[in-house]
């Protein structure tokens, strides 16, 4: 778990008249920090995955909260179900990666709208999929899942030797780890490939090291996310279509992309998620988690430079600080009117 130094409170400085005559009203200490410091005192808690890649984008949000006051405690690693359950009964403050819709159970399961606050897209549009190397795509013809229920095309991603394909897949616990044992059933392929669950950053690992040794490979996999960068879609690796969309308990899930393709996963965005109660209580934050948004991009950017080694603690913090100057216009526009609200 990535565990952030907790930011000291910020003082503000009093302004003191310097002499009556100058006929200048100084605010009272408790308006000038209501105007700036709108969560002075109140105590957030962060919450997010084990996917160290979210660092990222959780660290924006703590820092923009630590601008308006708020006391921001270390990030709490909890996975995605737990995290909701967490939220609901306020044992955290909000996370900043909540995959709406393919979450939407959990979102439910926790209580809805009722105990949960969300509003607003930080990061749109995240695709997800199955993807193969365009190689053995290429050479057999292969653009669809489905085609995998050929025992012989099946064997070439055959890694353990029991004849099936080994698709590279979730962590126990996440919803896809459900939606791909799903699709396997529905789409007539479990006699002839298995799923490879376990955690991600380690079965993906082993996945691109077998790319580079040339051997064929079978993957899910989602933007953001730094894989994109080094399995590049259309020149490493294509996406895989489905026959037809097939989601877990929502038979009338449409799966299909805006230009028809379907590759058996919702498009998602990443939302920030927060214990309603509290957001009720806290409008500034409320408004903020409503505003903030990040690009996809600039996600993948961000997770490329952890790949390359740029992974610890300090090195994250240094790309938020980074990202916040580059956008510093953007960034205190959220934080002006995050402070309005709370007038």
């Not at 359950?85 to 995959?99: C, E, P, Y």
Request: proline share 5%; hydrophobic share 45%.
């Amino acid at each position: 778990m990535i565990a952030l130094p907790a930011r000291a409170a910020r003082h503000l400085a009093l302004i003191i008249p310097l002499a009556a005559a100058l006929g200048l009203a100084c605010a009272a200490p408790g308006a000038l920090a209501a105007d700036t410091q709108p969560g002075a005192g109140v105590e957030v808690v962060p919450l997010k995955s084990s996917i160290a890649e979210e660092t990222f984008q959780t660290l924006l949000v703590m820092k923009a909260l630590e601008a308006l006051g708020y006391d921001v405690k270390p990030i709490q690693e909890v996975e995605y179900a737990a995290a909701f359950i967490a939220l609901a009964h306020g044992d955290g403050t909000f996370m900043a990666d909540n995959w709406d819709p393919q979450q939407a159970e959990y979102y439910a399961a926790a209580g809805g709208d009722a105990a949960l606050y969300r509003k607003g897209v930080y990061v749109p549009l995240g695709l997800q999929g199955y993807l193969m190397d365009k190689k053995t795509a290429d050479a057999h013809g292969i653009t669809s899942l489905d085609q995998l229920k050929d025992p012989d095309l099946a064997a070439l991603f055959d890694h353990t030797g029991d004849g099936k394909a080994d698709l590279t897949g979730c962590n126990p616990g996440w919803y896809c780890k459900s939606i791909i044992e799903h699709h396997i059933d529905t789409y007539g392929l479990r006699d002839t490939v298995s799923q490879n669950s376990g955690a991600y950053a380690a079965v993906i690992a082993d996945t691109i090291t077998r790319y580079k040794a040339g051997e064929p490979v079978l993957y899910y996999g989602w933007t953001p996310y730094w894989t994109a960068g080094v399995l590049v879609p259309g020149k490493d690796v294509i996406w895989l279509t489905v026959p037809f969309s097939a989601m877990p308990d929502d038979p009338d899930a449409d799966t299909a992309q805006a230009n028809g393709a379907d590759y058996g996963f919702m498009a998602n965005d990443q939302r920030i998620v927060a214990n309603r109660a509290w957001a009720e209580a806290n409008p500034a934050a409320a408004t903020l988690f409503g505003i903030m948004r990040i690009s996809s991009n600039d996600v993948s950017a961000q997770n490329r430079l952890m790949r390359q080694g740029e992974d610890s603690e300090t090195d994250i913090m240094r790309h938020a600080d980074a990202w916040i100057a580059a956008h510093q216009e953007t960034w205190d526009g959220w934080l002006t009117e995050a402070r309005a609200a709370a007038e």
